[in-house]
């Protein structure tokens, strides 16, 4: 299959898996109809946005280009209609979330090192792609972002964007290092969910708590 | 009255009454005489501001534009030194607020489609700019955005911005898409609050519940 | 010393403070590793980057210069090694987080201007460049930001953002106005600190409490 056929398919499919997430988190906190499209859409396009604007690629390809807004409203109605279905099938969703999490973290690298010859940049932007829109979705649901206490999720973004960027640096073409991140990101994801494999995590102790202010 | 000083005027009523808004809910919240400024700034300019990140326009006129720092520093000292008659005239804060939502969801899709000529965008960012200065409201003081979960508010913003930027692509005259899709979002959001309407909201069951991670 | 030379140095030591302060706060909530290093990098570079969007320099620095996540990182590593010694030390950090505040105001301010003529967006952005962190810190950690409701924080880099432009527009040397900002600013944090200053908190009375919805 031709690289870039295959991104598109898989872009929209990345986006579906993020949507349905973002449309299942909406709805268990009894946000009304609008409240669900909403956060739905933000968690599918909310990364690329900020991406988009770090980058000054304005207006956002999530805001101007009808697909994103039309793959959301889908997945918010996919989730209202059929959500005994979905909240069953939380493991595919999951499985789909890995990939789009790889994807989104490659295209964001790459749209960002079109636009600027900054590495750092384009690794951040990779991120920031993949974990932006969950990390907005848990700030309007006020609670802390899952990616900052939880599971190996913005790791997985971090390894993807930096093979992608590293890859490309390092001359390679740019269909094989495409493949290898998105790949790379999506197995340490789906092992880290198989396995449990955590980052750590440093506990404060008691006298440090009560010093602070 | 001509329409461009009937925008002016009415542009100013809607950001005072946003921004009495925003001190009112700062106040309950026991901000310093800081924190009320700023959450009234933000309510009353933020929706503005990100939408003119968003479609490139920067500096955004909500911070380059002395006049709406200026009415919403003499919001929030209203809301300060008559903090009583403010409370008791709530119906009225919410009549002009919902002037405000008409007026900055017309004049926000109005500016995105002389930046761009993305429809979608446009519509998007009508209902960012009358919408976003209480979502981040909401986010600054660590609540679930009221919009995602009551009443009849983003989806006034919705018809508005939609009416607006629909005429206008199907080449009515300007003063008149203006007019009719900002009494039209003000009507219905004044229905909304009179006959208590709102969106429906999926209860998840049980068992559903039982389910979640 | 070249008033230069000791901007990169303060830079550096108020974006070290900074990121301390924000380790600390993420350690103290029990995020993982990936979640430290991120709310440090946030409350270090999240203001510069904000000011950065709102004027229109894309990529903003704090993405693209790797010395900001360096030092981030660096900060990070710190507070997880030496968190005891860290938080024993923490009047120091308050002191050079001062020191901080005070330079992102001016430098903020400074860089705003140059960008673009309206005094009143250099003044805020400057507040911007030196809060913007910490706030968007606390909406990470779904908390009310403390510079809305504590201390004299916000207010200090008000005023040592409007000093600077103040003193800039009157036509004086960029040197002395940059110290003079700097030093009120701190000064008068510090002082806040040591005397326990504080804005007014203006308290709902209970019948008001009782009316609001």
Not at 59 to 65: D, E, K, T, W
Not at 127 to 141: E, F
Not at 153 to 173: D, F, N, P
Request: charged share 15%.
């Amino acid at each position: 299959m031709n690289v870039h056929t295959a991104y598109t398919v898989l872009d929209l499919v990345g986006t579906f898996a993020f949507a349905i997430s973002g449309a299942v988190a909406a709805r268990q906190k009894r946000l009304d109809l609008f409240g669900i499209a909403t956060v739905t859409f933000m968690v599918a396009c909310g990364g690329g946005i900020v991406r988009d604007i770090c980058i000054g690629a304005v207006p956002p390809a999530g805001l101007s280009n009808w697909r994103y807004l039309a793959v959301s409203l889908a997945a918010s109605a996919v989730a209202i209609v059929a959500y005994g279905p979905v909240r069953r099938l939380r493991h595919s969703v999951l499985f789909f979330d890995a990939i789009g999490l790889g994807l989104f973290a490659v295209t964001g690298a790459e749209k960002a090192l079109s636009y600027s010859h900054s590495a750092e940049l384009a690794i951040l932007m990779g991120m920031v792609s993949a974990v932006g829109g969950g990390v907005l979705r848990d700030m309007m649901l006020s609670r802390v972002p899952a990616i900052l206490e939880r599971e190996i999720y913005a790791s997985a973004a971090l390894l993807g964007a930096t093979l992608e960027v590293g890859l490309t640096e390092a001359g390679w073409s740019s269909s094989w290092t495409a493949w290898i991140a998105v790949v790379a990101c999506v197995l340490l994801r789906l092992a880290s969910l198989y396995f449990g494999w955590r980052l750590p995590v440093f506990h404060a102790r008691e006298d440090d708590r009560r010093g602070e202010r």
